[in-house]
């Protein structure tokens, strides 16, 4: 009899957990799962682990945990952190999944599900809890989450939590539990945030590392459209019309964009889902669990909504939307052709996005090839292939006496060509009508060149046409940065980055130098959008200006020098934009946020 998962019985694992592994279908250990699992069944060790997204982290630190505590006292002895409410019930699913017939129990603790359920829970007996940062400061806080028995204390996804804005919680939390315990993090990326956490909270602490992030991505097919933004919703149809068994997620930016893109695949007939958050803690699990269960088969979500999910066997990844960073980029890629399986990531981009997707594949070390749309004579030609393979598969069934009868009486008269010609017609409908398929215009960028060149020359030099000051009615307190003050007046006036000089964000406002002409354009486009009756971008005061800089340097003059603009990938900002979701979907100014005095003073 062959031996039970020797590669993962080599790593020291005991029998019960080899079953449930099997039971799992596992069948060789992943990198990061081969480094830590032997350390971590060696009493004491601590861990920072760095491993991709989709590279077995769970696993590779759950494993270790169920070989370890004892299931006999029904007490708090792992406490793992994770980021989202979805990663949390989706690892305390896979840990109990992974622990054979071992009496223990698992249970996600988050925000947004009811407390008194979770109380319930605890007072109960629970050897595991996964649960997010805030809701689980509540339990402890409230005492009803004991942790004077922990064994493990896990921050999973660490590098998502402190991007989050988790990390006061997170602190708390640390030093609430006993100093008798070992911790462990996992991240994706090594941030000096996360070493630094580690330094302070952790005695020892070993490093791991797997291969670089890109290899998370390697068994992924990867592919980009040039498409103008009239034309994605086509060229996705295509897409999915193309392959036979279509099961993925198409990314969004913004919610808006994600509802609209949804709907508009349910009108024309596709399983869609839309996922975001402003859905209900539990209509997300409802979307999530007919995804899994092969329900829907599309499922069009936002970066932020779509953390920490694990549906297997996805056959794509669509970036509807271009990703900011190829941080995202790899997050995103990472979620198809996991544990050796192919998969195919396709990115939409249009042509004023063409250096921003060069920089994400420059930074990335990812292999993207360029590919035309499908045409839609090859989409209704692959379609008649599919149908005539189902057909012909039917056909080698032997046919039943009771449809015999019927066949026969239905041919009297009829010839057996047309009728079943008819009989293809009516249950597969439109399949085959080509004209369901709009015309996608081609993109010349020959003659997108030249009409730039044209524009340059027409131009007047920056230096012979002097610049404007702007004054901008928002600032650090809004959450606003310069790669992002960039970013949104280039996208909402249409002006390119080269006009953008000597952008300076204060906490209260900004400001930014463009040459006359792009001032008057930026002025123009902003001249509705208002804030108490004022517009959001004015001329500046000079001495309004002179004042902040003494303030800020008392170094400069306040209109000395020129300083030309970084590029954008120079100031990326490493999860997106922080913008609000306009009505058009574009990017646009943060509201302006309230004291904490003033939001008490009027409630």
């Known amino acids: 009899m062959d031996e039970l998962l020797p590669a993962f019985k080599a790593l020291g694992l005991t029998e019960e957990t080899l079953k449930a592994l099997k039971e799992k279908g596992f069948e060789e250990p992943t990198e990061i799962q081969k480094l830590a699992i032997p350390r971590l069944l060696e009493e004491g060790t601590e861990i920072v682990g760095q491993a991709q997204t989709g590279t077995g982290k769970t696993a590779a630190f759950a494993i270790p945990i169920l070989e370890t505590i004892d299931g006999s006292s029904q007490t708090v002895q792992a406490l793992i952190l994770v980021p989202t409410r979805e990663l949390a019930g989706q690892v305390a699913e896979e840990i109990g999944s992974l622990r054979g017939t071992r009496k223990l129990e698992v249970t996600p603790i988050y925000g947004g599900a009811s407390m008194e359920a979770q109380l319930k829970k605890l007072k109960r007996g629970v050897h595991i809890v996964v649960g997010t940062p805030g809701r689980i400061l509540d339990h402890i806080r409230r005492g009803s989450l004991k942790l004077e028995n922990l064994k493990f204390m896990v921050l999973d996804e660490a590098d998502e939590m402190l991007d989050m804005g988790f990390i006061d919680d997170i602190e708390q939390v640390l030093r609430a539990v006993p100093e008798k315990k070992r911790m462990l993090m996992f991240s994706a990326t090594m941030p000096p945030e996360i070493m630094k956490l580690a330094e302070s909270f952790m005695k020892n602490a070993e490093v791991i590392r797997t291969q670089k992030k890109e290899s998370a ?7 980009y459209y040039e498409v103008r933004e009239s034309d994605k919703l086509e060229a996705l149809t295509r897409i999915i019309d193309k392959e036979s068994d279509f099961y993925g997620v198409v990314f969004c930016r913004t919610k808006l ?3 609209e893109i949804g709907g508009k695949l349910r009108d024309r007939g596709y399983d869609a889902a839309s996922l975001h958050g402003d859905l209900s803690q539990r209509e997300r699990e409802q979307i999530l669990k007919k995804m899994k269960d092969h329900q829907i088969s599309i499922l069009v979500a936002t970066d932020v909504a779509a953390r920490g999910l694990d ?20 997050h995103r890629v990472g979620r198809t052709g996991r544990a050796g399986k192919n998969g195919t990531a396709i990115t939409f981009i249009t042509p004023s996005e063409a250096r921003k997707f060069s920089f994400i594949r420059k930074a990335s070390r990812a292999e993207i090839r360029k590919e035309e749309i499908p045409k839609a004579e090859d989409i209704i030609e692959g379609k008649k292939a599919r149908i005539t393979a189902q057909v012909e598969e039917a056909l080698l069934q032997e046919p039943k006496n009771d449809y015999l009868d019927i ?12 009728a079943f010609a008819s009989l293809l017609g009516y249950f ?11 015309k996608i215009e081609a993109i010349a960028p020959k003659a997108k060149k030249e009409r730039d060149r044209k524009r ?3 131009r007047k030099p920056l230096e012979e046409e002097g610049t404007t000051r702007l004054f901008i009615a928002r600032g650090r307190k809004d959450g606003l940065t310069k790669g992002m003050l960039a970013n949104i007046i280039i996208e909402q006036s249409g002006v390119r980055d080269e006009d953008l000089s000597d952008i300076e964000v204060h906490d209260d406002c900004s400001f930014v130098s463009a040459p006359y002409s792009i001032a008057e354009r930026i002025l123009k486009s902003y001249a509705e959008r208002t804030v108490k009756g004022k517009p959001i971008v004015t001329r500046a005061k000079q001495e309004k200006k002179a004042e902040l800089k003494r303030k800020a340097s008392g170094k400069r003059d306040a209109m000395k020098g020129r300083k030309r603009r970084k590029d954008w990938e120079d100031d990326f900002q490493p999860y997106g934009r922080d913008t609000r979701d306009g009505d058009d979907g574009r990017l646009s100014f943060p509201e302006r946020k309230r004291s904490k005095a003033k939001r008490g003073r009027r409630r």
């Open 456 to 458: 340059d020359k027409e």
């Open 428 to 438: 597969y409908r439109n399949e085959l009508d080509i004209t369901q398929y709009r």
């Open 311 to 330: 549906i297997q066997d996805l056959t794509h990844v669509i970036n509807y939307s271009i990703p900011q960073d190829p941080e995202i980029y790899i």
């Open 407 to 418: 066949a026969r009486k239905v041919l009297i008269g009829r010839d057996p060509e047309s």
């Open 217 to 223: 991505t390697l068994s992924a097919d990867q592919i």
């Open 257 to 259: 964009q994600c509802d």
